[in-house]
């Protein structure tokens, strides 16, 4: 029996959208986002020109998808790295650990970063902040962390995972990062070795 005919194109369109992601994801890391442009992801494609407007409206909007895409995936990771931690150092650095590796690993060292087009609000990235002020909550009740304001705590670290980030994929080493995100959480700016 044939599938229906909304079931084939409901996949059709999944498969259209995932062909525009993986090409405009091939070409930014080809060519940078600011210089690529719409036609050279639809260039990357075996669809036809006008497909690429049915899904996306500009390259901004399909780099936001891309950036989704990753907060999704990386979300579990970090989640368990931070639900396994029985200190608030092990908290920390393996929650930092866990997200410099899956941002390396989604990377390339020929890549234009531009993460002043990410947009910070979408739900993707909402929800995954929201997950990390629960944790934080989760692990004060455990004990991990001293009564503290999780909601002060959570976006600190984000900031600063965020930013630490970028120097990774630069080249900076990973485990310098994060013993240095580490110490800075914990202890401040005192805590820091000095240079």
């Given at each position: 029996m044939d599938e229906p005919k909304a079931s084939r194109r409901e996949l059709t369109k999944a498969q259209n959208r995932e062909v525009i992601l993986t090409a405009a994801r091939s070409v930014f890391v080809q060519l940078g986002f600011a210089k690529a442009t719409v036609r050279d992801v639809i260039?990357?494609?075996?669809?036809?020109?006008?497909t690429f407007y049915n899904y996306f409206k500009s390259k901004e909007e399909v780099?936001?998808?891309?950036?989704?895409?990753?907060?999704?995936?990386?979300?579990?990771?970090?989640?368990?790295?931070?639900?396994?931690?029985?200190?608030?150092?092990?908290?920390?650095?393996?929650?930092?650990?866990?997200?410099?590796?899956?941002?390396?690993?989604?990377?390339?060292?020929?890549?234009?970063t531009e993460a002043s087009r990410f947009r910070m609000d979408?739900?993707?990235v909402l929800a995954g902040f929201a997950e990390l002020r629960e944790d934080i909550e989760a692990a004060i009740?455990?004990?991990?962390?001293?009564?503290?304001?999780?909601?002060?705590?959570?976006?600190?670290?984000?900031?600063?995972?965020?930013?630490?980030?970028?120097?990774?994929?630069?080249?900076?080493?990973?485990?310098?990062?994060?013993?240095?995100?580490?110490?800075?959480?914990?202890?401040g700016v005192a805590a820091l070795p000095k240079a």
């Open positions: 260039r990357a494609t075996p669809l036809a020109s006008g780099y936001q998808a891309l950036r989704d895409e990753a907060a999704l995936a990386v979300r579990p990771s970090l989640r368990a790295a931070r639900l396994a931690a029985t200190t608030a150092e092990e908290f920390l650095s393996s929650g930092f650990r866990a997200f410099f590796a899956f941002s390396v690993s989604r990377h390339d060292a020929g890549a234009v979408s739900p993707e009740a455990r004990g991990v962390f001293p009564p503290l304001d999780a909601g002060l705590l959570a976006p600190a670290i984000i900031g600063i995972a965020f930013e630490l980030a970028q120097q990774v994929k630069a080249g900076r080493d990973a485990e310098d990062a994060v013993g240095f995100a580490t110490a800075l959480v914990l202890g």
